[in-house]
């Protein structure tokens, strides 16, 4: 019979603060490694498996019977690591490649200091060609529209 007899907490909720979501995000992101880490390739179940110390990754190649792994350094270079008879090898790092000035794709090829107005009257006359094509493609898919329903 008592109605009162609760505590307040069951009436209400518990107070949270205004930045939770800020909170929440700094206790939910990964710590920033700073070391090696290592990575393993089963191209039968096509999955890669990362890892950050050797025993454990080693312990996947066990498994896995795999003769190669690869260690990610922290600032992207990989280094392959070999099995030799019951212990691995690291061979030499390879340093990641940025692509060549001259490999680089533009949108656009960029003309020569005399070649502007050349440029400019092969790139008209190339859109006057791709105007004549499609002008002759929509005239032959009209026509045979009108021979099937006349």
């Known amino acids: 019979m008592d109605n009162e007899s609760g505590t307040a907490s069951e009436h209400g909720g518990s107070v949270e603060p205004a930045d939770r979501a800020s909170i929440a995000k700094a ?10 880490i290592y990575e393993l390739r089963d191209p039968v179940a096509e999955v890669t498996y990362r890892e950050p110390t050797m025993k454990a990754i080693v312990a996947h190649a066990d498994r ?9 350094g922290p600032d992207g270079s990989s280094t392959p690591i070999h099995r030799v008879g019951n212990g691995w090898e690291r061979q030499p790092t390879l340093r990641p490649q940025p692509p060549a000035p001259e490999h ?11 070649a502007k ?11 006057e060609q791709a105007e004549r094509l499609l002008a002759a493609r929509v005239a032959e898919l009209d026509a045979a529209l009108q021979e099937r329903y006349p």
């Open 64 to 72: 896995l019977d795999a003769s190669r792994i690869v260690a990610i």
């Open 117 to 127: 107005d050349a440029g400019r009257s092969e790139a008209a006359a190339a859109r």
């Open 27 to 36: 206790r939910a992101q990964t710590p920033v490694q700073r070391g090696e």
């Open 104 to 114: 680089a794709v533009a949108d656009e090829p960029t003309p020569k200091a005399g």
